[in-house]
């Protein structure tokens, strides 16, 4: 099958000088029936995910898949160790004496869970990424800073170089650039 | 709609709290002037004088490892009874130390204190620097520090394993492990502000490191939300962890039957003697940082009230701790118990417990008065006389329980050696080079919340 023509730029971007300026219009965007979108800012905003109608977050599991790796495989490795792989036997003490296991059980359960939290975290958010077309746009230095972007991807079946630019126009913006690829 | 967040006609909504950042402030004016300190400015004077200081202790630091690791232990004054000495006194104290960095971080986060905002970056970078100080000891301890890995479950050709019965095992696994989140948490909330400096940065070299470290973060929705999640999930992380790895560190002093060791209030008396102690070390860097970074809007009087109290609530715990361990003594009616008391106060280091009285039992009663909470010269001084204090604490806990523990014959003192005091200044030297590096290159206070605080108040 031929692969689908590359859309000529990436998409528009529209600046905003608010945090309320970028949901408002983002709700629009999206009430619009535009799908392929995605909020910028300089700190997390509330709601900003829900008008975006992203719930699904799986950081949480995997953050939970890690913790129990870590419990279960540390328990398992000191028990392994002490009563299979090399039992000493002192005085008749108890070869599986959980409770001094413990200690180190919770330890790697963190350490685990931290560790695949990073890494989840990194991952979902498909980062590192050195390069994007965001980059492109001059203006959008200032999403670290102080502004706020709305970026219509031209991939979206709405799409329209010149419909969606006047419609972002009309959002109360202060400029929509040009994403080049 | 376009309601600006920066415009000063938004009516606030929300009662009125003590300021936590100055008026006046909009999102670009906090970005400049935090990134500022690092990108714009010429490297100032104080900067300069402060970072030679010292690394001429963190060379006398390098001296007296190579002179260790070519004589070996023998020239500590370490010897039997007393064989943990300044190594394990100085580990205990500077992990503690660690300790107020995430507690800060994650726990003031759990606890939506908006106050950690502007001191929890570099308490946290605190935390980093004095975990590493603190690693350091015990391995140096070691007496063949290059072998330390054996501590470590790896593929051994004789087939041998830690001994997980052993808390000095338990302890390898709770400081890497608090080592190795703490980087993990400090590093997740940098990534935005690195964002942010690869942004402001001018010079190509300068923006390239950035840029690397940044990873290509652009602010989108969907992965602050995910940032977010993961950053609370660390915090909720990081408070048990906390908590653990001070209580492991007083296992490896109550497993052991020594009098004056062997004691159940160890763990919560650890932990609040390194809150204690950590909060201290914030005090005494953040009142120099604020006054010579002219940061006073940020790191305000409110900021040094609260911490004050902190310091007084947890003076007051570690007190408790104090007057319990006489008690249990006297009431266990064990003669060992009874003479390691009498010992601390009327033996031949006597003046160590007054001392460590008068530095965490009394100087901090002064916080009772608001006056002083908010006097910069008085807590600067307290807190420098709290870290000192909580040094000796450590240093009455090993040298003074062990010198005389059982039979008078085998009793013995401990006089620490000029390679003793060199390693505890240099290890203070190597701290303080390793923050004054993290001041000029990272953003010491974390942009990104900040802007969130001014949103928030305008």
């Known amino acids: 099958m031929k692969p689908k023509p590359k859309p000529p730029i990436y998409g528009l971007v529209a600046e905003f000088d608010g945090a309320e300026a970028l949901l408002a219009a983002t709700r629009q965007t999206f009430a619009e029936g535009y799908r392929k979108l995605e909020a910028y800012s300089p700190f997390p905003i509330e709601g900003l995910d829900e008008a975006l109608e992203f719930h699904r977050n799986r950081v949480p599991l995997i953050t939970l898949i890690g913790g129990i790796v870590g419990g279960v495989g540390g328990f398992f490795m000191e028990w392994f160790s002490a009563v299979i792989h090399y039992p000493i036997n002192v005085g008749g003490r108890p070869l599986n004496s959980w409770p001094a296991f413990i200690p180190i059980t919770f330890e790697l359960t963190i350490l685990c869970a931290s560790i695949a939290a990073l890494l989840g975290m990194l991952g979902l958010n498909g980062l590192p990424m050195p390069y994007h077309p965001l980059f492109n746009v001059d203006q959008f230095q200032r999403a670290s800073r102080d502004r706020f972007f709305l970026c219509v991807e031209a991939t979206d079946p709405k799409f329209d170089r010149e419909r969606t630019r006047l419609f972002l126009q009309n959002l109360n913006s202060k400029g929509v650039y040009d994403v080049d690829h | ?458």
């Open chain 2, 1 to 458: 709609m376009a309601t600006n967040l920066n415009s000063p006609e938004r009516p606030d909504a929300l009662p009125p709290q003590p300021p936590v950042v100055a008026p006046g402030y909009t999102y670009a004016s906090v970005t400049e002037k935090i990134s500022g300190i690092v990108l714009t400015r010429r490297t100032p004077w104080f900067w300069i004088i402060a970072f030679t200081s010292a690394f001429v202790l963190f060379v006398l630091l390098n001296v007296a490892i190579a002179y260790l690791l070519y004589k070996g232990v023998g020239i500590w004054g370490i010897d039997i009874p007393v064989a943990w000495g300044f190594a394990i006194v100085n580990f205990v104290w500077w992990i503690g130390i660690g300790h107020a960095g995430t507690l800060i971080s994650a726990f003031l986060l759990l606890f939506r204190q908006e106050w950690r905002t502007s001191i929890n970056r570099f308490a946290e970078a605190m935390t980093l620097f004095a975990v590493a100080c603190a690693g350091m000891f015990p391995l140096l301890h070691l007496g063949r520090p290059w072998v330390f890995y054996w501590l470590f479950p790896y593929p051994d050709t004789m087939r041998l394993w830690p001994q997980w019965r052993s808390p000095l095992v338990w302890d390898v696994f709770a400081v890497s492990t608090y080592a190795t989140v703490s980087f993990i948490f400090w590093f997740v909330g940098l990534i935005p502000d690195l964002a942010s400096m690869r942004d402001r940065a001018r010079n190509r070299f300068v923006r390239a490191f950035y840029g690397i470290l940044a990873m290509g973060w652009r602010g989108a929705a969907r992965h602050w939300h995910r940032y977010r999640i993961a950053y609370l999930l660390l915090a909720g992380l990081a408070t048990p962890l906390v908590v653990s790895v001070h209580s492991v560190v007083s296992f490896d002093f109550t497993i052991a039957i020594v009098p004056g060791w062997h004691s159940t209030i160890f763990p919560p008396y650890f932990v609040a003697g390194a809150i204690f102690s950590g909060f201290a070390m914030v005090i005494s860097l953040a009142i120099p940082i604020r006054k010579f970074y002219e940061l006073e809007d940020f790191i305000t009087l409110q900021h040094l009230d609260n911490m004050a109290k902190i310091l007084l609530a947890t003076g007051l715990m570690v007190s408790y701790g104090y007057v319990m361990e006489v008690f249990m003594a006297w009431y266990s009616g064990s003669p060992f118990e009874q003479y390691m008391s009498h010992n601390r106060m009327f033996g031949p280091y006597a003046v160590v417990f007054w001392m460590v009285i008068a530095c965490n039992v009394l100087s901090p009663q002064l916080f009772w008065w608001k006056r002083m909470r908010t006097s910069v010269p008085v807590l600067f001084i307290v807190s420098i006389i709290v870290n000192i204090g909580m040094w000796l604490e450590r240093f009455m806990i090993i040298v003074v329980s062990l010198h005389r523990d059982f039979m008078p014959s085998a009793w013995g003192m401990y006089y620490p050696t000029f390679w003793d005091l060199a390693t505890l200044f240099g290890s203070v030297g190597l701290f303080l080079t390793l923050m004054f590096l993290f001041i000029r290159v990272l953003p010491m206070i974390s942009i990104f919340e900040m802007r969130e605080l001014v949103g928030e108040h305008k």
